[in-house]
């Protein structure tokens, strides 16, 4: 295997054929289908997460993604159909479950679909089978299956509803069906007649309501299964109108109109707020939901055009292919059939804008065709691509951005990238497939059909022309000095010429083989080819050296990498193959899944950090190279990417021209801006001049129109008092008649009360009157069966009367165990006679309750009735207890017999037991030991527990003195509070106090304000002395206060003294009392921690002693235990050998009691050191 390997770092492209292949996993992240797998990129920062195909598969045919946004479930096409559940979560995309169609031979999935709780999937094979898999995932259980329709007639979508698990929706052409899961069998619930139509799209809108859209444009409404209406959109003339209504008709009148729109629907999202489809090539509608079932168009969202070229134009027919909206509903996002993702915003503040909406590039646009160019630049990180698109692309595979695209009217073939990153060489003929820079960029080399053209970068002259393949040539490569060049063609050559001389240096031709790839090894003394013969060479002088035999994949590219330990290949299956280099002579190398079609080019990076893939599946693959620990190559190549760009000297001169200009204007605009505010400023003044004068006259008006208003509301008091006076009499005189009529109305209802209570009573007279019947003929019933019994159980006791005499003939020795017997059959008796007069209580309190319940027996008679039905079925009910009990009594004689049978075995229980009492007298004297060590030991525990209790007493004392340290703190930490309180209310003191000093200085800078006022009128009397004498006279007397205010300064100044020594105390006093809350807190942290230690080490040893009491307290109450068990044998030994006389002991029944002394002396040689230890441990703690 080689050491090295390329792994997959980002991707660009779409996979077109993919069923739903666009969904979101949060606000800034989308999982969609590229090459051979599933990609989750991140918006914001632009990175990618892949989740690989397995081995086997070939390409995605579906994916879905869960209501939970957790689950991501893939359908692989291969020999045999699978899908595949990955965790969106997990950081790796880690794989939940591999899914089978079990028993159905199926290829390929169309159509996958999650239950509303993800915990359920499904999904619709393909040709022929066309069965419908329901799948329990979780456990990978096949719950049911369906055949769903035939190969004449596809399968398009399969959903699940959104509110429940076990109804399913298949639609597709001439097929729309609704299922229901049942008893672990699909069953249709529901037919439709859409023979005639193909329903590419559906969505669920609410419970029984789907929307459907079909090939002619018809946006069908089905309502419980059945397609009742279609939702068609106005014409352009009639929009302007009737303000963009969508009309609601009935199916039959759709279907005259059918012709007005020809655009199919190929996809339909249901939201909160309404649904979204497409309505034709690159254009989408949103439907917002009114009331009675109805929906208007809201807005209409395009595709704009390119505004290079018309690769995104409505008119090329590209559609949108499927749509998906985040969680938030705030983005919408696209997939197209020319494999481009696009994305709109549609928050309400954006629908609020009469904008037209279009969409925009979610990342960046790709190739929509098969991509034939690729080239590296050497001075900076740029890739060039070419498709059969007509388009060039030139990406930043660093930043992972498209810097530069071009649209041109013919195919592009082949592209090439001067090492300076500054040119692009690309060429449009269809004979040219191939064309390539030297490494020096001085020389370009391009091919045409057969022919290589050698021309020169500066002149663009023809140098060379190099002849001699006979077929087209495929790929050309330079050596790293210029000198050579090697090329390979479908005629099976590869041939090595001089560049100098024009001439071949080496060939090699192999007929059989149509060569598609070449380049040189690391010393450029060989050459490696892959072709059509499934075998990478390398040749040299024109022998093969090695060879490296493929599988059934053949080799379609190849690229070397610098450092020349690994050489990279692609196949015709989309795989990537890491040989190392030398070439192995067996099938050695590292596969990895890449693309999902034929691989085109393969480059490397000069700095062997990259390898760059391009494909007929429309994408390039940037992919790491790494080595085993998953690390970066370390190249010997220093490169340092430039950042110049080229710019002729004519555009330089316009720029520095232009900021020249731009510097003036800059000037001039200031200059402009300066004057303009000073008009503003003065024109300003007049206005806040001409406003306060008007203001002034509003507030003189508004003061009389309030004394008005005042007046108006006295005299409105006044009218109110005598209207609400008025009221309150003719109040009193309507609450008099109503008094007056009630009273009536009640002495009607209760005389028809009365009337209703006496029929009550004769009705319950009645009701006693059946009860006491009912009664009387239980007790008699009662009697009767009593009577009987009695009569059966006195035959009874006088047969066992009989049967004890001649018990007592035949063994004398067990009277007392015979009368055990019949004490034990009387209580049985007793027991019998207990449950019946239970039962007679039972119904007697079920009569008592019957009696209560008469007071609320208004319309309850049929009730009674039945009740009295049930007695009746208590009375058949004892009957039958009555005949169980007869049929017990044959019972009882055979249970005689038995306990006859038992009373012989318990004779030689008996015997056996005789011969163990000498042993239990042997173990008595034995235990006898060990209950009085036993006690020895209680006693010597008793006395450390009166230790311990003496320290747990001391310990108890300890927490009370902490807990009266807290309630100190406690109290400290309240006089604190109060302190600081104290000190907020002087703060606020001092705040208003500032506030009166403000006021202060504002009302001196209006004097100031108009001291100024003044003195502009006094400037105007300067010519005039007189007048200005005058003037300064009034001003001096309007300002100047009065001698007795010099003393008012004083007193001002003294009370700013007084102020600056009241804020100086105030900071003193603020910083002691911050100093001592700071010491407290200090003190209260310690006592906290001291508390806390004492306390758990209180709490651990208390638990310990805990612990060692109950262990004591359980083992006395075993050998409690014991000792009880060995006593009632003892004395059950006693009695029987009272009963029995003794017998010889056998050897068998000595060697037996030794057995048991030795197994009772272990057990207390392996009791007693335990007990010991566990009194050491005591004794210790």
């Known amino acids: 295997m080689a050491s090295i390997s390329a792994q997959a770092h980002f991707m660009l492209g779409l996979r077109t054929g993919v069923s739903n292949n666009l969904n979101f996993v949060d606000e800034h992240t989308l999982v969609y289908a590229t090459g051979s797998s599933c990609v989750c990129l991140n918006r914001v920062q632009r990175s990618q997460r892949f989740f690989p195909g397995s081995e086997k598969s070939s390409s995605v045919r579906a994916m879905a993604v869960s209501a939970s946004r957790r689950f991501l479930a893939v359908s692989e096409c291969g020999e045999s159909a699978c899908v595949t559940v990955f965790d969106l979560q997990h950081e790796q995309g880690r794989k939940k479950k591999h899914l089978s169609a079990g028993d159905i031979h199926a290829q390929e999935f169309v159509c996958v679909a999650f239950s509303h709780d993800s915990k359920y999937l499904i999904g619709q094979t393909g040709a022929p089978e066309w069965m419908l898999v329901f799948w329990l995932w979780e456990k990978n259980k096949v719950l049911a299956s369906m055949k769903t329709t035939t190969s004449s007639n596809p399968v398009n979508q399969v959903s699940f509803s959104p509110h429940s698990n076990t109804q399913l929706c298949v639609s597709g052409s001439g097929v729309f069906k609704l299922l229901r899961l049942s008893e672990g069998v699909l069953k249709q619930t529901s037919t439709a007649k859409v023979e005639n139509l193909n329903l590419l799209c559906h969505a669920w809108v609410s419970d029984d309501r789907l929307i459907a859209g079909t090939d002619t444009g018809r946006l069908l409404v089905s309502e419980s299964g059945d397609i009742r209406r279609e939702i068609r959109m106005t014409s352009r003339e009639e929009q302007s109108q009737t303000d963009r209504q969508v009309k609601v008709m009935r199916l039959k009148e759709a279907e005259a109109l059918e012709g007005l729109s020809s655009c199919p629907i190929t996809a339909v999202l249901s939201y909160s707020k309404g649904f979204v489809c497409s309505t034709g090539p690159g254009t989408a509608c949103l439907f917002e939901k009114m009331e009675q079932d109805s929906y208007r168009r809201s807005r209409e969202i395009q595709i704009p055009p390119d505004p290079q070229g018309d690769l995104l134009t409505p008119a090329d027919g590209q559609e949108i292919h499927s749509m998906c909206m985040s969680p938030a509903e705030e983005t919408l996002a696209i997939s197209t059939t020319r494999g481009q993702l696009l994305s709109v915003i549609v928050s309400a503040a954006d629908m609020n804008k009469e904008q037209q909406l279009h969409f925009d590039f979610v990342c960046q646009p790709f190739h929509s065709s098969p991509i034939t160019g690729l080239s590296v630049c050497f001075r ?225 990076t000069y700095d062997d950090q990259f390898l760059l893939s391009v494909s007929e599946d429309n994408c390039l693959l940037v992919s790491k190279i790494i080595d085993k620990d998953g690390r970066g190559l370390k190249s010997n190549r220093q490169i340092v990417h430039a950042e110049e760009i080229l710019v002729t000297k004519a555009e330089l001169e316009e720029k520095n021209q232009s900021m020249m200009e731009l510097k003036m204007r800059l000037e001039e605009l200031q200059m402009e801006h300066e004057y303009r505010l000073r008009l503003k400023d003065v024109n300003y003044n007049e206005k806040i001049k001409e406003l306060s004068d008007k203001f002034q006259k509003e507030i003189k008006s508004l003061k009389t129109t309030q004394q008005a208003m005042t007046v108006e509301m006295e005299t409105c008091k ?114 019998v006679q207990i449950k019946y007069e239970k039962k007679l209580q039972f119904e007697k309190q079920i009569n008592l309750n019957l009696k209560r319940e008469t007071d609320s027996m208004k319309y309850e008679m049929k009730c009674l009735e039945a009740k009295v039905r049930d007695q009746s079925a208590d009375m058949y009910r004892l009957q039958r207890e009555r005949q169980d009990l007869l049929d017990l009594i044959p019972a009882l004689e055979g249970d005689i017999k038995e306990l006859n049978m038992q009373i012989w075995g318990h004779r030689q229980t008996i015997e056996n037991k005789d011969i163990t009492m000498s042993d239990l007298k042997e173990k008595i004297q034995q235990l006898e030991k060990l209950k009085f060590i036993y006690e020895f030991q209680l006693n010597e525990f008793k006395k450390q527990t009166e230790t311990q209790k003496e320290e747990i007493k001391e310990q108890r004392e300890m927490t009370m003195k902490l807990k009266d340290d807290l309630q100190q703190t406690d109290k400290s ?27 202060k200085v504002k009302h001196l800078e209006l004097r100031l304000s108009r001291i100024y006022s003044d003195l502009h009128t006094c400037v105007g009397y300067i010519q005039d002395p007189r007048k200005l004498k005058d003037a300064i006279k009034m001003m001096y007397a309007h300002h100047v206060p009065e001698p007795g205010s010099v003393e008012r300064d004083n007193d001002d100044v003294e009370e ?87 017998h010889p002991r056998t050897e068998e029944d000595v060697q037996k009691s030794a057995k048991q002394r030795s197994q009772l002396s272990e057990s207390t040689t392996a009791v007693l050191p335990k007990l010991d230890l566990q009194r050491n441990q005591l004794t210790l703690k």
């Not at 003193?1068 to 758990?1096: G, I, M, P």
């Open 973 to 999: 930490n309240t006089q604190l509070k109060i302190s600081n309180s104290d000190l907020s209310l002087k703060v606020k003191a001092k705040d208003k106090e500032s506030f009166k000093n403000l006021q």
């Open 718 to 831: 006044r009218d109110g008092e005598k209207n609400s006076a008025d009221l309150a009499k003719t109040h009193v005189k309507q609450l008099k008649d109503l008094e007056r009529s009630f009273n009536q109305k009640l002495i009607l209802e209760h005389e028809k009360f009365q009337d209703l209570q006496e029929n009550l009573q004769k009705m319950e007279e009645d009701y006693q009157k059946q009860l006491r019947s009912v009664e009387e003929g239980k007790m008699q019933a009662l009697a009767e069966a009593a009577h009987t019994h009695e009569e059966k159980l006195q035959e009874k006791t006088q047969l066992l009367a009989q049967s004890q005499k001649e018990a007592e003939l035949k063994i004398s020795v067990l009277n007392e165990v015979i009368k055990q017997m019949e004490e034990d059959e009387e209580l049985k008796l007793n027991a």
């Open 380 to 604: 900076k990180p740029l890739v060039a691509t070419c498709s059969l698109d007509r388009s060039v692309h030139i990406w930043n595979y660093e930043t992972k951005e498209l810097d530069l695209s071009k649209q041109f009217q013919e195919e592009a073939h082949s592209v090439a990238l001067h090492p300076t990153g500054l040119f692009v060489l690309e060429f449009t003929v269809r004979s040219c497939r191939e064309c390539a820079f030297s490494h020096g960029g001085h020389m370009f080399a391009a091919v045409s059909g057969n022919m290589i053209h050698v021309y020169s970068f500066i002149s663009c002259e023809n140098v060379l022309n190099l002849k001699g393949h006979s077929g087209k040539v495929r790929s050309i490569e330079w050596s790293l000095d210029d000198s050579r060049l090697v090329s390979c063609g479908m005629d099976g050559a590869v041939y090595e010429w001089n560049t100098r001389t024009g001439k071949r240096e080496s060939e090699s031709v192999l007929e059989s083989c149509s060569f598609t790839g070449v380049a040189f090894s690391l010393d450029y003394k060989s050459a490696l080819a892959v072709g059509s013969d499934l075998t990478l060479k390398e040749i040299q002088d024109g022998q093969v050296l090695r060879e490296v035999p493929a599988d059934q994949d053949a080799h379609t590219a190849l690229a070397v990498s610098h450092s020349g330990r690994v050489v990279f290949t692609g196949t015709s299956s989309g795989a990537i193959r890491a040989i190392k280099y030398p070439l192995p002579s067996q099938r050695d190398w590292f596969q990895q899944r890449a693309h999902s079609g034929t691989i085109t080019k393969m480059v490397i």
């Open 1056 to 1142: 700013e003294d007084d102020e600056d020594e009241a804020l100086k105390t105030l900071t003193d006093q603020r910083d002691q009392l911050e100093k001592t809350v700071d010491s407290l807190k200090r003190k209260l942290d310690k006592s906290d921690a001291e508390h806390s230690k004492v306390y758990e080490k209180m709490k651990k040893e208390k638990a310990t002693m805990l612990t060692a009491n109950n262990q004591l307290l359980k083992e006395l109450f075993l050998i409690r235990t014991q000792v009880k068990d060995y006593k009632n044998e003892l004395s059950w030994l006693n009695w029987s050998r009272k009963c029995r006389p003794q």
